[in-house]
């Protein structure tokens, strides 16, 4: 996925290439390939090579932001799916946890995606978890953090051990889809440092605020965001394939 919407995360390790699922944004982060794997299943039983993983991801992506209260919107199909993936680029072109907003914006930038864009597609940190070694260096070493939500987050997330341990992106409701995560950020109670870097007298602090407030904004600019971001170099036409197992080339 780091080179576009080509379901190349989905891809296992194979003797010729090394996949991204073990990359580092990715590791113990993504989860779910089994549900995509039995959504892909019983898509193939009913219309066989037909409906490429990459559109499955994409359609899962925005049923799970409904399912969770988020927004509706078109997704554009007819993408295809890589045949290689590169645990080198994704670790290149993915954004760590560790990142400032200058990065933030420089690595959307290069995938063709505004500061406005990469704002709005934080939002989905609304819902989900991050373990303890994304957001230990944040709420140990970082000063623009609430003390008392960092002294919280320390108490399952000790200074050294327990890197598994988890803990929600959005201490408001980690199950709702919604402006909270951007409330939070105000309030300084983001869970990872690249959530924090958006709010800390910088260059999107501002849109943090609108999103803070109107919830109706930030589901447009993030609907906006997400079909733009779907349309990023999507294999179609003869290039690439349509798997037929999602986690391997046909």
């Not at 108490?155 to 889809?177: E, K, M, V, W, Y």
């Not at 939070?184 to 800390?200: E, W």
């Not at 919830?215 to 037929?244: C, H, Q, W």
């Amino acid at each position: 996925m780091h080179q576009g919407c080509d379901a190349s995360v989905l891809l296992d390790d194979t003797p010729t290439f090394t996949g991204e699922k073990n990359a580092g944004p990715n590791l113990n982060s993504l989860r779910g390939f089994e549900v995509i794997d039995s959504i892909k299943s019983q898509v193939e039983r009913i219309c066989r090579a037909t409906v490429s993983c990459a559109d499955i991801l994409a359609l899962a992506a925005r049923a799970g932001v409904v399912f969770h209260g988020g927004p509706k919107y078109v997704v554009p199909l007819g993408r295809r799916d890589a045949r290689t993936a590169s645990q080198f680029a994704a670790n290149t072109n993915l954004p760590p946890a560790s990142a400032s907003v200058n990065t933030l914006i420089s690595m959307f930038a290069a995938k063709g995606l505004s500061a406005r864009d990469m704002t709005a597609l934080s939002g989905a940190h609304s819902i989900g978890l991050a373990r303890c070694s994304s957001f230990r260096p944040h709420i140990y070493n970082d000063f623009n953090v609430d003390p008392s939500y960092a002294a919280a987050r320390k108490q399952t997330c000790p200074a050294s051990g327990g890197d598994g341990n988890l803990a929600p992106l959005n201490i408001q409701n980690p199950n709702r889809f919604g402006n909270t995560y951007f409330q939070n950020l105000v309030a300084r109670r983001g869970l990872l440092h690249s959530d924090q870097a958006l709010f800390n007298n910088g260059p999107v602090d501002g849109l943090v605020r609108l999103y803070s407030t109107n919830n109706a904004v930030f589901y447009n600019d993030y609907a906006a965001a997400m079909v733009k971001m779907g349309n990023i170099s999507p294999l179609t036409g003869f290039n690439g394939e349509i798997r037929r197992n999602c986690r391997r080339v046909n």
